[in-house]
């Protein structure tokens, strides 16, 4: 496989301009991944500050009732309330060593931008978050929640003042300020060598998980669920179990259903394009724009996916199915209840993909879900939609 590809996917779909910032990060990468005095940091900063390694739970009323084995890997107890934290404080952390002094992101929903704002304020690196100025208004808490540790929000008026147009922004201040800045991306998507840094900063889910579950089980599981948006998560967790006899599952968000246009399924309904300097699957008119996306999980409200998955889809290494709004929901409600774990919309999906499945594993069977986030920040909306009924 060529470097920086995954089959045909990825690459540096880029303009030249960038080209000397990928092949710095590139290099860096090399030299950080074979520095324990950065292994040694890291690990510092992912136990001591973001409260690794976090538990596997054994679900015990799930597991009666669905009549398997159901493990829970609590990503949602991470620093922060979900996974994003690992992969934030690891290239904050990298940009410390590439002698950056600051960081740049761009954020659609938020939950990235808030988690670059806490790795910026722990390693005392300023960080400035573009964010289209709808979102910024739709996503009014994150944006405060930024400002409250520390970092700049810069809302972008320009096109359709979403994360189309942020991520723009980020790209245009990169190239300016690519001797001092770091542009910190929030999923495995991206021109290479992004896609490779974030899935192994995100590794560590499935490392533990991988420890976790032979210590608990004495073999590994018969299948390992994670909900799909950007797919950091979910290859975070799958990639340690690639190699090995269990069945990989990602969650995409169905929305409305695939029959409408109102959903996020990149790989389940997209076609092969270029999204944010990679080749990926992605959601895109005739013209190869990409689609407006809809999913009642603000993180998997993406047009495109990471282009690792796109190649495990195309091999078959990995299953990708799509779960509706409705249905996440209803997992969002089903283990709030069965478990008094309220998961993120995001990681609902995965929980409701877990739920419709179990029938097919017998009661020796092991099921292992990516629990990505916690659900305190969808209540209120969850609240909302059901007219706040609970
Ligand atoms: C951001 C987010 C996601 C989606 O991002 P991935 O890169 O696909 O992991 C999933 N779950 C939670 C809780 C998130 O915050």
Known sequence: ?????????????????????LIELEETYRRISADPEFSRRLDWYLREYAGR????????????????????????LLHGGAHKLNNTLGQALMAKFM??????????????GVATAIAGAALGLPVDVYMGEVD???????????????????????????????????????????????????????????????????SVIGEEARRQVLEREGRLPDTVVACVGGGSNAIGIFSPFVDDDVALVGVEAGGAGLDTPRHGASLSAGSVGVFQGALSYLLQDADGQALETHSVAAGLDHPSVGPEHAMLKDTGRVRYEAVTDAEAL???????????????????????????????????GILVVNL?????????DVAQIRGGAA
């Open 1 to 21: 496989m060529k470097a920086g590809r995954y089959g045909v996917y990825g690459g540096q779909y880029m303009p030249e301009t960038l080209m000397s910032a």
């Open 53 to 76: 390694e976090t538990p596997l739970t054994y679900c015990t009323n799930i597991s009666r009732e669905l009549g398997c084995r159901v493990y829970l890997k609590r990503e949602d």
């Open 99 to 112: 002698g950056k002094r600051r960081l740049i992101a761009e954020t659609g929903a938020g939950q990235h």
């Open 136 to 202: 910024t208004r739709r996503q009014a808490l994150n944006a405060f929640r930024m400002e409250l540790l520390g970092a700049r929000v810069i809302p972008v008026a320009s096109g359709t003042r979403t994360l189309k147009d942020a991520i723009n922004a980020a790209m245009r201040d990169w190239v300016t300020n690519l001797g001092s800045t770091h542009y910190l991306l929030g999923s495995c998507v991206g021109p290479h060598p992004f896609p490779r840094i974030v899935r192994d900063f995100q």
């Open 330 to 364: 209803a997992a969002f409600r089903y283990l709030s209840r069965a478990e008094g774990i309220i998961p993120a919309l995001e990681s609902a999906h995965a929980v409701a993909y877990a739920l419709r499945s179990a029938g097919d594993l017998d009661r020796d």
């Open 372 to 380: 990505s986030g916690r659900g305190d920040k969808d209540v209120a």
